[in-house]
């Protein structure tokens, strides 16, 4: 759960700076800052990917799992579901309801708050969620500076949902064996890979459709353990 925790404390830190700052800082050097940031998140995704050890596997659980994920719409329901309850709670409720749900969502969504949370309950390796810490918090003094302090709240949501994943991953961690976590963390840093890639601007990837590629992995190396060939 530290990594968890990490992030939680990184986004109420944020906040704290944002509303320390307010309008002081400029757009470049938001910019610049999320630029570095978004080459650290690029760099854990591939050292993650680089611990598979059948790369077939990976190429066939992104296939799969794109498949999957496109015909599920995951992307899609998720920004329905933001706009649903930016509706109902922020419209309602005013400006700091509106910065709890953007944000929270932001924050749980996507492929580095699952991975990173199943990496820490699986092999008890909190880096890719210190990296997500970096990420959130930095982006936190920006939301805050536009939003207003209710960005502080989306912490709660993030170690709820985070700290569920761990600890399930942690009961889980008897049933899957080595080739699988690594393939599936294989998987996950791709994944993480294509977050950095939004983050930069270098191309627009729906990490959230390719979701079901991680579940994918595990299911493919049974198959292939199932087959007898070897990894």
Do not use: H
Not at 50 to 73: A, D, P, W
Not at 161 to 174: C, D, H, V
Request: charged residues 10%.
């Amino acid at each position: 759960m530290t990594g968890t925790i990490v992030n939680a404390a990184a986004i109420v830190a944020g906040t704290a700076l944002g509303l320390l700052f307010k309008k002081g800082i400029s757009e470049s050097a938001k910019n610049t800052v999320m630029s570095g940031i978004g080459l650290a998140v690029a760099l854990i995704g591939f050292k993650m990917a680089l611990k598979t050890e059948n790369e077939l596997i990976v190429i066939l659980s992104l296939v799969t799992g794109g498949v999957i994920g496109e015909i599920l719409n995951i992307e899609g329901w998720l920004a329905r579901l933001g706009c649903s309850l930016e509706a109902r709670v922020g419209g309602e409720n005013g400006e700091v309801s509106r910065a709890f749900v953007a944000t929270s969502l932001i924050y749980c969504v996507g492929a580095m708050a699952i991975m990173g949370a199943l990496e820490d309950g699986l092999t008890g390796n909190p880096s890719t969620l210190y990296a997500k810490s970096l990420l959130d918090g930095v982006s936190a003094v920006v939301f805050t500076s536009t939003m207003g302090f209710g960005v502080v709240f989306s912490a709660i949501p993030v170690f709820l949902y985070q700290g569920s994943i761990t600890l399930m991953a942690g009961g889980l961690k008897a049933l899957l064996t080595p080739a699988m976590i690594n393939e599936m963390t294989a998987t996950g840093g791709l994944l993480i890979v294509g977050i950095a890639s939004n983050v930069l601007g270098i191309k627009a990837i729906k990490v959230g459709n390719l979701l079901p590629a991680i579940g994918m992995a595990v299911l493919l190396t049974w198959l292939w353990s199932k087959l007898n060939i070897g990894i």
